[in-house]
């Protein structure tokens, strides 16, 4: 049973800089797929970019150019590097993985992190 756990989150002052980390464990071998995704209360869980196997990733359209998703397999880790950080940022960040084909769409993670919180304030 692969496990997840997320930490890094904080509040910060828009224009502020953040680096999540998710520890990865449990697992046999590497997931295909691995992604950040956050959750504002009340809304869906929206991916926010994902990374899989060979390296390759995606972006929403609203973090490109200020996230930078990447991972270390010899830590096990995978991060989220957030610069220009924006008040619509702030939201609860989970982490996922899982052996799947397709990376991004939040229903087809089951491997899930309890989440952590990055707030940005004016």
């Known amino acids: 049973q692969m496990q997840l756990v997320e930490s890094g989150g904080d509040s910060v002052q828009v224009g502020g800089s953040l680096r999540l980390s998710c520890v990865v464990s449990g697992h046999t071998y590497s997931p295909d797929c691995m992604g950040w995704f956050r959750q504002v209360s009340g809304k869906e869980r929206e991916v926010v970019t994902t990374?899989?196997?060979?390296?390759?990733?995606f972006y929403e359209d609203s973090v490109k150019g200020r996230f930078t998703i990447s991972k270390d397999n010899s830590k096990n880790t995978l991060y989220l590097q957030m610069n220009s950080l924006k008040p619509e940022d702030t939201a609860m960040y989970y982490c996922?993985?899982?052996?799947?084909?397709?990376?991004?769409?939040?229903?087809?993670?089951?491997?899930w992190g309890q989440g952590t919180q990055v707030t940005v304030s004016a």
């Open positions: 996922a993985a899982d052996y799947i084909f397709r990376c991004r769409r939040p229903d087809d993670y089951r491997y």
């Open positions: 990374i899989d196997t060979n390296g390759s990733t």
